[in-house]
Nanobody, 122 residues
């Protein structure tokens, strides 16, 4: 399975921006559909965005128009560019690699990263 390591989280004011990175190990990264999830305290882990191996993207309604997922296959890295951040975006963000299917739900995830905290102050 692919190993995932996130970076780029931190504290930002509302309206600000952050870019998360997820570095993947292994030589088969290009075959994986990748995604991002987030989990706020006391809540379930929710889907944020996904990118298929071919580059198609899909977003949760709550982040559409503000977040952008992308991948650099040469660097085995997937990114989440987050703009116009809101306090409700505060959560631990997890990188995910899909199994047979794109990681649109937690049950479709084959590998998880360790998570990176994003805190948006009002």
């Amino acid at each position: 399975q692919v190993q995932l390591v996130e970076s780029g989280g931190g504290l930002v004011q509302a309206g600000g921006s952050l870019r998360l990175s997820c570095a993947a190990s292994g030589r088969t990264f290009t075959r994986y559909h990748m995604g991002w999830f987030r989990q706020a305290p006391g809540l379930e882990r929710d889907f944020v965005a996904a990118i298929w191996s071919g580059g198609r993207t899909f977003y949760a309604d709550s982040v559409k128009g503000r977040f952008t997922i992308s991948r650099d296959n040469a660097k085995n890295t997937v990114y989440l560019e987050m703009n116009s951040l809101k306090p409700e975006d505060t959560a631990v963000y997890y990188c995910a690699a899909g199994g047979l299917f794109a990681p649109l739900t937690t049950t479709a995830v084959a590998s998880w990263g360790q998570g990176t905290q994003v805190t948006v102050s009002s």
